[in-house]
DNA sequence: GCCGCTCGTCGAAGCGCTTCGACACCGGAA
DNA sequence: TTCCGGTGTCGAAGCGCTTCGACGAGCGGC
């Protein structure tokens, strides 16, 4: 089965003893007829190397199916080829689109020939000093950063570059890349409004979620108001439950409070279902009593019934775009400080002109 | 600014030139007064330390702030430290419930000092290759494995060990870990039909998700099947569409042919809400005139009006559970080749005894 | 009082890669 | 012809860590 327990200290020479699956840049440069610096220039393109050379070294590669140790490239490049997504440890309402960031930001950086180390924010501070200090990652890209979140001044003491998806109260010195909740909310406002709606209400995200400081729900609920104010439509935001009864209570509170209500904008994933199966049990239909406008990923909004005219959170093109800055930080290229993503509203089925 | 230039050739002694943020290992064991392989030895604990000299590196290590070079650590050691979780790249519809493993892996491998790499199913095979290739990670935890999957003839040939959450056809010479799916189908008909039911249908997975060869799936339905037919009950199932309205047609066309019909158990997350809307719109209110049992996150069940008596998917434990086992391969610890977590059914609002 | 321990520590040899300086060679300019 | 600047390749020096063998010191047993 094995060897016999002798073998390693007795003096039989040569011998390689590579443990079979191991093969090394000096078994790629001795089956090529190169030096070991040959190969790597052939790989890393950072020499001109002629033609017939490369091909003879590349053919070797493949033939030996060799795959550079990762662990000495990053030793000797001082690169790890690795950089760290941070994700909200939370379980819960916002996780469908948590995916689509994580999964935007996973391609995007294995199309810059990174990997992806997960994190999750229960690390704090901590997490991101260790990954940082220990050479593990290259940069940082932090998801649902909070408006007074204490991993913000560490990220600016740190030698990684980062990139924030949201903006914290103080973005001095950092790189943030969002969907402009703010413009998001006023362009539900002023679709409503241009379909005569003269009473609207803001659905938000719960209560919890404001009260963390969370900047897209204040910054969508201040667009909301900015844009109801402007317009002079009758508005009022609330935070939202995600029970099923409960949301139910707080539309039929609402509808009591203003029957004349005729407008909805829903930032809450979790609440849109609830709130399109209450509406009819209220008596309201939609769109024709009640139009709704929702913030939320697409397939959401799409999947109701009736579809529902959104604007919807480009997860996709959030971490698409905080990758592509995180690595033009990499090469030393300047980057712009925020980012700020339009909002498209789409219209589908779920909003009318104003009854009467 | 900096030191002269003749200086680290020069014999003026200490003031290491390290640039800056880099404290080494050679660092701590200088403040220290003691070897580097000491340093290392009081990090590993694999030789023994007197107290005092433990206390004294440790100290300096604190002081300087010392973190090793994980790269450097794996090349040595030839361990990483890091663990490899490949995600199915698929948005939609059991995206909650990943999340919920994802986040249970991690914070299960940094219990045991790993972190987690992340991948794309996209990537398939040859990414695995990759990462294993390159030493990377040190193992592998795969989810979403398919009945009929090319990767794990593969993951058989890789010399690092792999974890799988679920289990494809053949799970010879592989580590599985899942919800006993089987069981659970039966567990749901069981509870119905000790409530009297005579007549219940499997709302499953979309039809795509059965086409794919997805092992629950069909391992549910199998369940149900085999526990209908032994209790007498008449059963049928059917795979369930997400969008609301679909799943109303669906229930329409169920009712209408099976009249009857006073028990339903439902597979599919983004299903559930749409099935107990789409019930009292059909005229049959829950549970009165019909039962409803899910298998689906707790956190779903919940928050359904009414609360639903259903199987709940034990994602993190069996997330944990996983990263455990993987631990006890790589330190050469035999584990079992399959681990079937046992279902347990929570009774809630929504099954009640059959009417009439 | 010597032997043979164990315990605690050290020095040095790599781990597999990148990168720097050196250098041989070639062709064109002087 | 000599000199020169490219090109293409090589050898060697690390990168920061782990680990192996060596070894001095202390100690109980004979």
Not at 125 to 134: E, F, M, P, Q, T
Request: proline letters at 8%; glycine letters at 6%; one cysteine or more.
């Amino acid at each position: 089965m094995s060897a016999p327990p002798g073998d390693r200290a007795a003096g039989s020479p040569t011998r390689p003893v590579k443990s079979a699956d191991l093969v090394t840049i000096a078994d790629v440069a001795r089956h090529a007829g190169v030096a070991v610096s040959t190969v790597s220039y052939v790989l890393s393109g950072k020499r001109a190397i002629s033609a017939a050379t490369r091909s003879r070294v590349l053919a070797s590669i493949r033939l030996l199916d060799y795959h550079p140790n990762a662990g000495a490239r990053a030793l000797a490049s001082r690169r790890a080829n690795v950089i760290a997504l941070v994700l909200p440890l939370r379980t819960g309402a916002q996780v469908p689109v948590l995916m689509q960031y994580a999964t935007a930001v996973v391609t995007t950086a294995r199309r810059y020939d990174h990997d992806v180390l997960l994190l999750t924010a229960d690390e704090g501070a901590a997490g991101l000093r260790r990954i940082a200090a220990s050479a593990m990652v290259d940069g940082i890209v932090l998801m649902d950063v909070e408006m007074h979140d204490n991993r913000v001044p560490l990220l600016r003491a740190l030698t990684r570059p980062s990139v924030l998806i949201g903006f914290p109260a103080d973005p001095t010195d950092l790189t943030c890349v969002d969907l402009d909740f703010h413009r998001a909310g006023e362009v539900c406002v002023e679709h409503l409004a241009a379909l005569g709606h003269r009473r609207v209400a803001l659905l938000g995200a719960p209560t919890a979620v404001y009260d963390r400081g969370t900047g897209f729900a204040h910054r969508t609920r201040a667009g909301f108001t900015a844009a109801a104010t402007r317009l002079g439509v009758a508005a009022e935001t609330r935070p939202c439950p995600e029970e099923v009864a409960a949301v139910r209570d707080e539309l039929a509170d609402l509808l009591t409070r203003s029957p004349d209500l005729s407008g909805l904008v829903v930032q809450n994933e979790a609440a849109v279902g609830p709130v399109l199966a209450a509406l009819p049990a209220l008596g309201r239909r939609v769109p024709e009593d009640v139009s709704v406008v929702a913030v939320c990923p697409d397939q959401f909004a799409e999947r109701a019934s009736p579809a529902l005219t959104s604007v919807p959170v480009p997860a996709e093109e959030t971490g698409r775009e905080a990758v592509s800055l995180l690595m033009r930080k990499l090469t030393g290229e300047p980057v712009p400080d925020a980012t700020l993503l339009a909002p498209r509203l789409t219209v589908r089925g779920s909003t009318a002109p104003a009854p009467g």
